[in-house]
């Protein structure tokens, strides 16, 4: 599950075989734009992929199910709300503690995401990432310290990346072309 | 951006398990005490002013087709510039600033590894700038959406 993908993952298309695979494709680009601001969202979901109302709930609850959807829900713009410090901060982890540390920071409550990701030496030494979203630089940098208290970091190597502009944020475009 | 009581409800209760039935949104409004018809409004006017980037799924990457993390440097009176092409590039889906000579980091999606590589060696081509490419080894952190901590806003 947490391998990176080796490739496109139609599998969603075999479970169903009662439908249009065709539909359930159209279905997939549409969702990545997420669900329309109708009274009936998935009504207005099949009208537009030739698929039943029903075929559209069955899909998006299996896909949930089989964890392709991870969440179905309200996908906020942390930056508009105020979150304007944003960091990324990542370690020079020792290979065999990087799975047991990961998990460890993945469960504090300023981390919102964490993972590891290989080291392209010379230019970059680090291997495991975490995301802070925060609400002000100085927070941000308090939240930190208490990480590296808590997890006995002070002697690893790290860096603090502050994003100061998004440029683009949206979803994956895994099915649509844009 | 201040939001009101029942905007602030409506996203603390909603960032997931968003119910999936015929009138999903009239569900929504008999749990938060509105009409159908004032979700669908709150919806359509915080998706306007950039509260909400959308509402809908969260695909897992790993299932849902290839991604990756890229960065580059950008010269500094340059990253606009640079930016802006990285964000015409097909599948990107996020582009940052950040503060590191590795200055914009950016994701990449595509339905398959193969179409991922070229599309990000084409860019590389196109911006003559050497590309960090660091895909996802392991991820420890399920993106549930986190609790918004409202009090300590701006």
Known sequence: MNLPATGPNYSY???????????????????ENGLPLTPRPYQTLAERTGLSEQQVMNAVSQWQQQG????LGLVVKHRTLGYRANAMVVWNVPDDRVSTLG????AAACVTLCYQRPRRLPDWPYNLFCMIHGISRERVLNQLADLIEQHELSNVDHAILFSNKAYLQRGGRYVSNC | MRLDAADRQMI??????????????EEMARALGLTEEEVIQRLSALQEQQVLSRVGPVFEHSQAGASLLAAVAAPEEQMDLVAARINRAPGVNHNYAREHTYNLWFVMTAPDEDTLEERLDELE?????????????EGYHIDLGFDIDWEALP
């Open chain 1, 68 to 71: 392709l959807i991870k969440r």
């Open chain 1, 13 to 31: 298309l075999l479970d169903t075989e009662s439908m249009s695979a065709w539909g359930l494709l159209r279905l997939r680009e549409q969702l």
């Open chain 2, 125 to 137: 081509h196109q911006l003559k700038l050497p590309m960090l490419r660091l895909p996802m080894v």
């Open chain 2, 12 to 25: 603390d209760s909603y960032q997931r398990n968003l119910p999936v039935c015929e009138r999903p949104y």
């Open chain 1, 103 to 106: 998990n460890a920071m993945a």
